[in-house]
């Protein structure tokens, strides 16, 4: 692999790795492992605030043992419970350790990653127009910002599409902010120590 393809490398993997543990946390508990389940949602805690409110759950059927995703709560309305299952007569739900935002966030900047070598060098140092960045913050910002400040609480529908649009967008910022500081290093690296001039 050439040195310059590694910043790709190393970011695709971590977001391979990111979503795979986001997803095996409650399907995890939902098979038992409560102990491992429980270190994984302590473990992304302070990637998010984790109020289940805001999050989804893998439900599990009682009936058949089949899975779905869906919202823990039935209501939007805020609640600071960060409890990491529910109960409901047909079905139990374990909380995904991330909130429904951060879901699309990660999601969609996996498929960013995939979708990146189609539209650019995976080596190049240079980013798109920094107005794409801004318009793909407003949705979040406003959505997010609204929320903040008691206008109105979202819906994890509305968390989910803005979460995605920010996503989707930033591995074409980040990766070439990557190859640059990884070009940089390289560079530092090559430089002789304690230079030896002529006199």
Not at 106 to 115: C, F, K, Q, V
Request: net charge positive.
């Amino acid at each position: 692999m050439s040195g310059s393809k590694l910043p790709f490398a190393f970011l695709l993997a971590a977001m391979l790795l990111f979503n795979f543990f986001i997803f095996l946390t409650p399907y995890l508990a939902s098979m038992g492992d409560e102990g491992t389940a429980g270190m994984l949602q302590v473990a992304f805690g302070p990637t998010c605030h984790q109020l289940t409110s805001r999050s989804l759950c893998l439900f599990k059927s009682k009936a058949d043992g089949g899975y779905s995703i869906a919202d823990c709560f039935p209501s939007s309305e805020l609640s600071y419970s960060r409890v990491n299952q529910v109960d409901y007569p047909d079905k139990t739900g374990y909380k995904i350790p991330v909130c429904a935002r951060d879901i699309a966030i990660y999601l969609a900047m996996l498929l960013g990653l995939i979708l990146l070598p189609l539209l650019q060098k995976i080596e190049s140092e240079n980013w798109p127009s920094r107005w794409i960045l801004v318009a793909a913050c407003v949705p979040i910002g406003l959505d997010g910002g609204f929320q903040l400040i008691g206008i109105h609480e979202s819906t994890n529908l509305l968390r989910l599409i803005t979460g995605a649009i920010v996503g989707l967008a930033l591995p074409f910022y980040i990766l070439p902010i990557m190859n640059s500081l990884y070009i940089f290093l390289q560079e530092k690296l090559r430089k002789p120590k304690g230079g030896h001039g002529k006199v």
